[in-house]
């Protein structure tokens, strides 16, 4: 927490109403008034990580495995290219973000830009770019995702977990966020 306030001062980001909000505030403050809150809903789960491991084979069994390996092997700013070139050899037009928001459509008008750059975040894991550990939760992953997003309207994201910067990265090229 020292760390946190010593970098971001009374300064941190709130996304509301599909609009990206400077709120001023030390993190300790924040914590103590949403702490209970945000644990609560972290610790919310809506499938098992058994559950999303099924989900993440059943999709790693129908992507060829020279396609595959690309995926596995593609730098951040590549994997986007890599996937949506084979969707669009599979069904032309088709693209993973199309993908992910196809059936989300009828959410739309629940759905903001960050639950979009999660989904394309969760879909990066699915596929197997950087992928998390079998037992890792996926509220982790979209806690991961969260930190991308807001990081994505900042300077920098300082992180020593490679995944998720790897994962930041190619989100970036992906969704045209910037993140340096």
Request: aromatic share 10%; proline share 4%; hydrophobic share 35%.
């Amino acid at each position: 927490m020292c760390t946190l306030t010593e970098i971001c001062g009374k300064h941190h980001l709130a996304f509301e109403d599909n609009i990206m909000q400077p709120l001023f505030g030390y993190p300790k403050d924040y914590i103590e008034t949403y702490g209970d809150a945000l644990e609560i809903v972290q610790k919310f789960e809506i499938i098992t990580p058994e559950q999303y491991q099924l989900i993440k084979e059943s999709v790693r069994g129908r992507i060829p495995d020279d396609v595959y390996k690309r995926i596995q092997g593609a730098k951040p700013k590549e994997v986007f290219k890599i996937v949506n070139e084979y969707l669009d050899s599979e069904k032309p037009g088709q693209t993973i973000q199309s993908l992910t928001l196809k059936d989300a459509q009828i959410f739309r008008q629940f759905m903001n830009r960050e639950a979009e750059f999660k989904t394309l975040c969760l879909a990066l894991d699915v596929i197997g770019f950087h992928p998390e550990k079998k037992n890792k939760a996926i509220t982790n992953i979209d806690t991961d995702a969260s930190h991308i997003f807001y990081a994505a309207h900042c300077d920098y994201l300082v992180s020593d977990d490679g995944k998720m910067r790897a994962k930041a990265e190619a989100s970036t090229v992906g969704t045209g966020q910037r993140l340096t």
